[in-house]
């Protein structure tokens, strides 16, 4: 038996029946055989951790590339000439290799790796390609002008890319929602307020009404245009139609209001206007967050080095540089390809790295993962209430981060899997150091529940779902609402560390709203990765940990649907398109590794992990992995918001894999085949 060094709390018993009869020599065939796939087995995995021990950075963290679609490497391009920034040449030539290498054969630009046209990266792709000196006439523009125009043109781009136009004078800001910066000024109860809205688009509306108040021009000193890609004169244009996922109720009462404030907007009282946005200024420069940027994420801090530019001041105005600072700190750059991240993920992908290396158990992974450990200790937030607080002001600040830095939004995703990771390490060495940061996460996270039972990403009861229809919403992401994925990760860290159904109205409540959530067909929606396996990955995982008997028809049904969707190579994968807002029921893609970890390690947690399908899986792994003991995938499995914009963390591939094969030994190698932890 394999000691199991990491904390695992294992229960219940399952074996094969043997077969009497046999020779002995078939008998002895068959155990040497079954010596050599678990041979086979711990060379993937000590090559996998070898592998992800390479990625350490020299302080024991970790931090891969998260890669976005096209639109944020052209929006950086079109960020610096919007700015009048001298010209790096040799910078904008490895954009635009990177943007020529991510067009897709429709002509047009995707929003993950081979999938459709999109409107507005593609027209955002096109004009940084235009803008860094490609030929309106070279192959590659010309079949993107034609894939652009043949749908309509670039009249169907969305509100962000319009604002982007409208500075630019491509459009004139008649095409865009009026963005009042008296905003600032509302009282909370007033039906729109800023703390009613998700942290991204609250740290992203914020210098944009700033903007928008003073509708500026950018100098483009190159004089370069897009009026191509129009099938009408594009100051023609009018505003919006209605997004797929509005109500016409809604829309047409909040198009209506747009258009009353149209019309008075000019009216307000200047003095009104000046102390709004003085408010807007405050509000940034509070959470300015040095080179790790406003919100930590790449379209606030835009917008914020946009808005000190319409404001008059210069490029060393503090504010001003470090925000601009922080931006290039998201560049990727290469020999040949250079793009812009959305922004960074070190505490991610730390703690699942940690997790991953705790599940190896050998000795090179332990030391590592206790190093990572060490490493996000000291950036728990512990003495700064974030925009959070505006609705839990009693509750104490005890979570991570997803970013380096970004004390105001701490995430709930990250601390409980934070808070796991270290209740294992914990657990396998008996040590109390990290006993008050757990009990830290701990209080955070059960302060944080909304009231349907549901935990959110980063704010609470963030159910005014009504704001989705305001025509600025086209992308349906203006809320922050209790998800099954990280209602699953609290549900799992509370049971780790103890609490049940019986003794905690927070466990209780939050398996409630699992089981109410789980859809007809077995599976459970995930927000922040691809998709329904995902989104069942994490569910079973947390009713497992629950206590949530693996015979109960709601893991059943969920293990049965995972067994269904398994692809005939003996792995899992899901796409983009499983988002779509008439989403009738699962449709198979090319396997992923990550996806098919996910998949693994939900239905062992269920109980499967003897199922034949379990194995196949396995293998699939082993088969596919690389000679320097990784797997490649180029598929986007995560997802920043869904049918807008999507994610591929290169760790994934990297940890995922790892974890899945580490555990079906662990479980394989002990007389029990239950999964005692919470993830």
Known sequence: ??????????????????????????????????????????????????????????????????????????????????????????????????????????????????????????????????????????????????????????????????????????????????????????????????????????????????????????????????????????????????????????????????????????????????????????????????????????????????????LGKPADYPPRAVTRRALDR???????????????????????????????????????????????????????????AVKRPEVRPGGWAFQYNNAYYPDLDDTAVVVMAMDRARRASRSQEYDVAIARGREWIEGMQSRDGGWAAFDVNNLEYYLNNIPFSDHGAMLDPPTEDVTARCCSMLAQLGATAQNSEALAAAVAYLRRTQLAEGSWYGRWGLNYIYGTWSVLCALNAAGVDHEDPVIRKAANWLLSIQNEDGGWGEDATSYRLDYKGFEGAPTTASQTAWALLGLMAAGEVGHPAVARGVEYLKSTQTEKGLWDEQRFTATGFPRVFYLRYHGYSKFFPLWALARYRNLRNTNSRMVGVGM
């Open 1 to 310: 038996m394999i000691e199991i060094t990491v904390g695992f709390v294992i229960a219940g018993a399952s074996h094969f029946n043997s077969f009497k009869g046999m020779s002995s020599q078939m008998h002895s065939v068959s155990k040497l055989t079954g010596i050599e796939n678990e041979a086979a087995l711990e060379a993937s995995i000590a090559s996998a951790t070898s592998a992800l021990l390479d990625y350490r950075r020299p302080d024991g963290h970790w931090v891969f590339e998260l890669e976005a679609d096209s639109t944020i490497p052209a929006e950086y391009v079109l960020l610096r000439h919007y700015l009048g920034e001298p010209v790096d040449a040799a910078l904008q030539a490895k954009i635009a290799n990177y943007l020529r290498r991510v067009q897709g054969a429709h002509g047009g630009w995707p929003l993950v790796h081979d999938g459709d046209f999109d409107m507005s990266a593609s027209v955002k792709a096109y004009f940084a390609l235009k803008m860094i000196g490609d030929s309106a006439d070279a192959p590659h523009m010309a079949r993107a002008r034609e894939a652009i125009r043949s749908r309509g043109g670039a009249i169907h781009s969305n509100v962000f890319t319009r604002f982007m136009l409208a500075m630019f004078g491509v459009l004139t800001w008649r095409s865009v929602p009026v963005l009042p910066v008296e905003i600032m000024l509302l009282p909370m109860w007033s039906p729109f307020h800023i703390n009613k809205i998700s942290y991204w688009a609250r740290t992203t509306i914020v210098p944009l009404m700033v903007l928008a108040a003073l509708k500026p021009r950018a100098k483009n000193v190159s004089g370069i245009g897009i009026d191509e890609l129009f099938l009408q004169e594009p100051h023609s244009i009018g505003m919006t139609a209605k997004a797929p996922h509005q109500s016409w109720g809604w829309f047409l009462l909040f198009r209506g209001l747009d258009s009353v404030l149209r019309v008075i907007e000019p009216l307000f009282p200047k003095k009104l206007r000046a102390r709004a946005i003085d408010s807007a200024i405050a509000f940034i420069e509070e959470r300015l967050n040095g080179e790790d940027g406003l919100g930590a994420i790449y379209p606030p801090m835009a917008n914020a080095v946009m808005m000190y530019e319409v």
């Open 330 to 388: 998201l560049l990727v750059i290469g020999q040949h390809e250079a793009y812009c991240q959305p922004c960074m993920s070190p505490v991610w992908d730390t703690t699942l790295a940690c997790h991953a290396l705790i599940e190896a158990g050998s000795e090179q992974a332990l030391p590592a993962a206790k190093q990572g450990l060490d490493w996000l200790l000291p950036r728990q937030v512990l003495d700064l209430k974030g925009d959070w």
